[in-house]
């Protein structure tokens, strides 16, 4: 296996972080940067997560999406335990290069979500004067996560 791509840190000059060719990710205090990913297709927004410096360097070394899951403080290669691996078409980065942005193509059952849904973003949030709820945008679920989750466990 080709060595571990490794980021220099991002540029004191304002212009070469914004401007220059040098890819150099702006992790925060935490170590991690966020991370927003859509169909390469259609453009469906997919999910958001987070990645550190490892997880971008497998990425970005495998084609496979890989992340760090903050909740299980644990790398996390997407789709390893539902078969929904998320294959990278495109990686771009934000003008101050704090978040980056993969386009990607879902295997398996093209879900993304744990709960079996195409979308981690199924519920649209709306207000009645001063509060807020959710409502469900209609979309199904495209596997049993249930079954898929604890059968890997």
């Known amino acids: 296996m080709t060595s571990p791509i490794r980021f220099d840190p991002p540029p004191s000059d304002k212009s070469a972080l914004e401007e220059g060719p040098a890819f150099t990710p702006r992790f925060d205090a935490n170590g991690l940067v966020t991370v927003v990913v859509t169909d390469a297709g259609d453009g469906t927004l997919l999910m958001v997560a987070h990645m550190n410096a490892e997880a971008l360097a497998l990425t ?15 790398l996390w290669k997407k789709g390893e335990t539902s078969g929904n691996f998320q294959h990278v078409k495109e990686v771009r980065t934000d003008c101050d290069q704090d978040a980056i942005w ?15 849904r195409r979308s981690c973003f199924y519920r649209v949030i709306e207000t009645k004067g001063a509060s807020a709820h959710l409502s469900h945008d209609g979309s199904e679920a495209l596997f049993d996560a249930e079954h898929t989750y604890k059968a890997k466990t």
């Open 60 to 74: 970005l070394q495998t084609g496979i999406a890989h992340y760090w899951s903050r909740s299980r403080n644990s």
């Open 102 to 116: 993969l386009k990607v193509s879902v295997s398996g059952h093209d879900a993304t979500c744990h709960t079996g």
